[in-house]
């Protein structure tokens, strides 16, 4: 298996604009996970789905970020708009078992909003 | 206070030296606990699995106090590949569950 598969690696954008990061997750993992890594914050969960269903999205900093899971294999994280605090690394994750298993990561996103 | 604390560092230790880390967590509903590693500009990987009668994998060593509410880590003949961030985890159960990262601890070990 390739592993859970983010893109784009790198996004550099305008304040203002609309940002989209994708994820496919390893496959039969029934829950995906988006994270956001800052320096000052480290490591955030921002929501999390399981079999497709989001179940808590209380992470989500605000009305700005939306995330959907249309199928088993593809996840999106979307802000709009975005500002310069939106910048930094965003991880999706996908596990077997939610929170109780391993984890695995995919190589990030890191986001820049200039 | 936070949910998850981690001593960030950074460690500056030599090869061949024990290191230990400690995490504390102040949720005592937690059930399951983990080391990841996160090299520079990687994403995080698991180390290990956190058991309640403690876990060893090869010169790591895992430990889990539910009465004192910590997890450590205890690395032994550091090497230089084991400079990195470590990170500890706690999910407890919220009907779901809730996952949350300590904000690392810096190792830097050198030759």
């Known amino acids: 298996d390739a592993g859970v598969i983010q893109s784009p690696r790198h996004e550099v954008t305008e304040m203002g604009q609309e940002v989209t990061l994708r994820c496919k997750p390893i496959s039969g993992h029934d829950y995906l996970f988006w994270y956001r890594q800052t320096m000052m914050r480290g490591l955030e969960l921002l929501i999390y789905f399981n079999n497709n269903v989001p179940i808590d999205d209380s992470g989500m900093p605000e009305d700005r970020f939306s995330a959907k899971m249309p199928n088993a294999s593809f996840s999106t994280l979307k802000i709009q708009p975005s500002e310069p605090r939106d910048s930094a690394v965003y991880f999706c994750a996908s596990s077997p078992e939610g929170g109780f298993t391993e984890a695995f990561f995919g190589q990030g996103t890191r986001l820049t909003v200039v | 206070r936070k949910e998850v604390e981690q001593d960030p560092g950074p460690f500056n230790v030599p090869e061949g030296a024990t290191v230990a880390f400690n995490c504390t967590y102040s949720n005592s509903a937690s059930q399951s606990f983990f080391w990841y590693r996160q090299d ?35 690395i032994r003949d550091s090497k230089l590949s084991d400079s990195a961030t470590y990170l500890c985890v706690v999910n407890f159960n919220t009907g779901g569950f809730k996952t949350i990262f300590g904000a690392g601890t810096r190792l830097f070990v050198k030759a």
């Open chain 2, 40 to 74: 520079c500009r990687k994403e995080p990987k698991l180390l290990m699995s956190v058991y309640s009668s403690g876990n060893e994998d090869g010169r790591f060593t895992a430990q889990l106090n539910r009465a004192s509410q910590y997890i450590s880590l205890l």
